[in-house]
């Protein structure tokens, strides 16, 4: 098992910055990709962005692409998720997920989801 709590989320203006964590528990994090995805209301789940087990090699979805980061530490059990310049469009509640193979893009190749943290961005 994989125990995942994200913190960071909260209220921002467009054009703002937050910072996303999520802390894992559990089984040897390095043997997980990790990913972010998000759901508005009303909408699906959605991929944000992913990163390989050892950080080398991260995915985005087009709708962020340069304007987050994702990052991970394995030394500290941890991954982050950057978001600058925030628009009203990346309002959503955000999980962290950790996979241990598939497609990263993919939902269902995630195993273990966090909680979620809410991000509201204020237009």
């Known amino acids: 098992q994989v125990q995942l709590v994200e913190s960071g989320g909260g209220f921002v203006q467009a054009g703002g910055s937050l910072r996303l964590s999520c802390a894992t528990s559990?089984?040897?994090?390095?043997?997980?990709?990790m990913g972010w995805f998000r759901q508005a209301p009303g909408k699906e789940r959605e991929f944000v962005a992913a990163?390989?087990?050892?950080?080398?090699?991260?995915y985005y979805a087009d709708s962020v692409k340069g304007r987050f980061t994702i990052s991970r530490d394995n030394a500290k059990n941890m991954v982050y998720l950057q978001m600058n310049n925030l628009n009203s469009g990346d309002t959503a509640v955000y999980y962290c997920?950790?996979?241990?193979?598939?497609?990263?893009?993919?939902?269902?190749?995630?195993?273990?989801w966090g909680q979620g943290t809410q991000v509201t961005v204020s237009s």
């Open positions: 997920a950790a996979s241990s193979g598939g497609l990263v893009r993919v939902r269902s190749s995630y195993s273990y």
């Open positions: 990163i390989n087990w050892n950080g080398g090699i991260t």
């Open positions: 559990g089984r040897t994090f390095s043997n997980y990709a």
